[in-house]
């Protein structure tokens, strides 16, 4: 069954509003979430690492103040993109995993899209 | 700068043939590679996954194959079943010190499918 679940599955908001996805870890505790973002037709490409009691971690290009992130509890990390526009639109997917050196559970990703 | 590429964006084949997809990645620093299934509309599923010291690692229907020296991966699905058809990904990371394990760098996906 789904270990990685993730909130809201769709969202369509208008330009200029934010939009906050939840990502939660079933049964497990995740002191690290992974926040992947994937364009049409193309790889997902991560975006930061959340981690648990301290800020996240950005990959170069991605603007910390439009995307953020909050890892408030060992089970849950949110996403919220900030006044966003529709080049925004995309397909927001978290990760987490169970133990330290097993495989990355994925939630099953947000589709948004921005108007 | 693409640091793992899969060339073939699709491939069609008849269910109960072997199904071969192939994935070549330029980092040498890459040492563990995942293979993910992933349906429209939904988050990524692992399938299996290769230590770089191995060179083979199966699972009931699904084997991969590494070749280090080519810097090259390959997932056989053996029998193929429509039931298989969707994006393949391939991933991969270095894993030294365990602590960029999250950081997957994944190829652009392979999109399969199986003919009744």
């Known amino acids: 069954g789904a270990v990685v679940s993730q909130h809201p599955s769709r969202v369509i908001c208008k330009s200029g509003t934010s939009v906050k996805i939840e990502c939660r870890s079933l049964?497990?505790?995740?002191?690290?979430m992974f926040w992947y973002r994937q364009f049409p037709k193309q790889s997902l490409m991560l975006m930061a690492t959340?981690?648990?009691?301290?800020?996240?971690?950005?990959e170069q290009g991605v603007e910390k103040d439009k995307f953020l992130i909050n890892h408030a509890s060992l089970t849950l990390s949110t996403l919220t993109v900030t006044s966003a526009h529709p080049e925004d639109s995309s397909f927001y997917i978290c990760?987490?995993?169970?133990?330290?050196?097993?495989?990355?559970?994925f939630g099953n990703g947000t589709r948004l899209t921005v108007t | 700068d693409q640091q793992v590429k899969q060339n073939s964006p699709s491939l069609s084949v008849q269910e109960g043939r072997i199904s071969i997809l192939n994935c070549d990645y330029t980092?040498?620093?890459?040492?563990?590679f995942l293979w993910y299934k992933k349906y429209p509309a939904e988050g990524p599923t692992f399938l299996i996954s290769?230590?770089?010291?191995?060179d083979k690692n199966e699972d009931g229907r699904f084997t991969v194959f590494l070749n280090k020296s080519a810097k090259h991966l390959s997932l056989h699905i053996v029998p193929s079943q429509p039931g298989d058809s969707a994006v393949y990904f391939c991933?991969?990371?270095?894993?030294?010190?365990?602590?960029?394990?999250?950081?997957?760098?994944f190829g652009q996906g392979t999109i399969l499918t199986v003919h009744p």
């Open positions: 049964d497990f505790q995740a002191t690290t």
């Open positions: 959340s981690n648990e009691g301290s800020k996240a971690t950005y």
């Open positions: 980092n040498s620093m890459f040492d563990y």
């Open positions: 290769i230590s770089s010291i191995k």
């Open positions: 991933a991969a990371f270095a894993n030294a010190g365990g602590t960029s394990y999250g950081k997957l760098t």
């Open positions: 990760s987490a995993r169970r133990i330290s050196n097993s495989p990355l559970h």
